[in-house]
């Protein structure tokens, strides 16, 4: 009995795990739809932000949470786009949520769907660098600057084995 319970069980978890498997164009599809929400997001951002700079995350603190927020950034910046210059900039982020656990589920496994971006995803990592936006001191928007190479793309490989003479192409 127990046997035949985990072949069901089984089953069902691998049904399960392909319900959400896409192919190549889905993706595609899915990933041209997330960059058109995201750009629409950033233009409504920018549109209400006080301040939007570039500059690293020197300091993360927490803060009173009696506020609704968790922590403090402070960025050393290197360039203000819009807003008031100066040296140092600060502003609360990572709101604090009250959602269920079946909320935090739902969210994790939305198929096929990109999801929205929100305020409340701001976040920032210390010594990292950012383009940021900020209303009202509340980190609205954070992006990244990727300081790292990048992996090789599929092409750049193949022009690298042939470079090197590993590989021969007509």
Request: charged share 30%.
């Amino acid at each position: 009995m127990k046997f035949k319970c985990f072949v069901l069980f089984s089953c069902l978890f691998s049904l399960s795990s392909f319900a959400c498997e896409s192919s190549s164009v889905d993706w595609a599809n899915e990933l041209k739809e997330s960059r058109q929400l995201d750009e629409e997001f950033a233009l409504e951002v920018a549109n209400n932000a006080d301040i939007i700079g570039i500059g690293r995350a020197t300091k993360v603190i927490d803060v009173d949470v009696s506020y609704g927020y968790k922590q403090r950034v402070f960025f050393e910046i290197e360039e203000i786009l819009k807003g008031p210059h100066q040296a140092e900039v600060s502003a609360l982020m990572s709101k604090i949520e009250v959602q269920t656990e079946n909320d935090q589920v739902e969210e994790l496994y939305v198929c096929g769907k990109p999801i929205e971006p929100s305020i409340d995803d701001a976040y920032a990592v210390r010594t990292y660098k950012y383009l940021f936006y900020i209303r009202n001191d509340v980190l609205i928007r954070a992006s990244t600057y990727l300081e790292a190479p990048l992996p090789m793309l599929p092409q750049e490989e193949i022009d690298l084995l042939i470079r090197e003479k590993r590989i021969t192409r007509p």
